[in-house]
Antibody, heavy 121, light 107 residues
Framework: QVQLQESGPGLVKPSETLSLTCTVS????????WSWIRQPPGKGLEWIGY???????NFNPSLKSRVTISVDTSKNQFSLKLNSVTAADTAVYYC???????????????WGRGTLVTVSS | DIQMTQSPSSLSASVGDRVTITCRAS??????LNWYQQKPGKAPSLLIY???SLQSGVPSRFSGSGSGTDFTLTISSLQPEDSATYYC?????????FGPGTKVDIK
């Protein structure tokens, strides 16, 4: 059974860097794409970006200049860094596996439980 | 970016009712459309992928249809545990984008 668990600080000061880690269990991280998705309180879902074990990555253009996603195959983890945060970055952050079919369809499954990150001084 | 819209934004229905949620893309996305269910305080979970494929373990009362720009999620017989918010998501063109959600309540 594939499981994902987010970890990291729940409070980040404005202008600082948000750092989260997703620990994957039940499958090797080297087999799939891995994404971060966020949800501001009471609002909808926003895809942040993905990473492949090789280091290949892709980001939402709305966040691209501030985002880094990396993978640590030795720990079966991948990480998110979002710099220069503001209150608008306050959200529940989810990590998720991104599955791809042979004809390039893709979907997110499973998701981690999510972790709330609040940006406040 | 491809914009996703959903209708209605919320609905209230009785147990046993047939419920239909519509999702529309701002441009054609073929069958690159997924549906998720999110219960309060929980992470979204995959219901339907590739527009009409039922995820393993999901009850058969859930079904998806559509192609191009217009898609539907149908719950054939609403159950109390189906009270949740439902999101569509397109994966045709980066960035992946989600609809705003449809909240389903039980009368």
């Amino acid at each position: 059974q594939v499981q994902l668990q987010e970890s990291g600080p729940g409070l980040v000061k404005p202008s600082e860097t948000l750092s989260l880690t997703c620990t994957v269990s039940g499958v090797s991280i080297s087999r799939y794409y891995w994404s971060w998705i966020r949800q501001p309180p009471g609002k909808g879902l926003e895809w942040i970006g993905y990473v492949f074990y090789s280091g290949k990555s892709n980001f939402n253009p709305s966040l691209k200049s501030r985002v880094t996603i990396s993978v640590d195959t030795s720990k079966n983890q991948f990480s998110l860094k979002l710099n220069s945060v503001t209150a608008a970055d306050t959200a529940v952050y989810y990590c998720a596996r991104e599955l791809h079919s042979r004809d390039d369809l893709s979907w997110f499954d499973p998701w981690g439980r999510g972790t709330l990150v609040t940006v406040s001084s | 970016d491809i914009q996703m819209t959903q209708s209605p934004s919320s609905l209230s229905a009785s147990v046993g009712d047939r419920v239909t949620i519509t999702c529309r893309a701002s441009q054609t996305i073929s069958s690159h459309l997924n549906w998720y269910q999110q219960k309060p305080g929980k992470a979204p979970s995959l219901l339907i992928y590739a527009a009409s494929s039922l995820q393993s373990g999901v009850p058969s009362r859930f079904s998806g249809s559509g192609s191009g720009t217009d898609f539907t999620l149908t719950i054939s017989s609403l159950q109390p545990e189906d009270s949740a918010t439902y999101y569509c998501q397109q994966s045709y063109s980066s960035p992946d984008t989600f609809g705003p959600g449809t909240k389903v309540d039980i009368k």
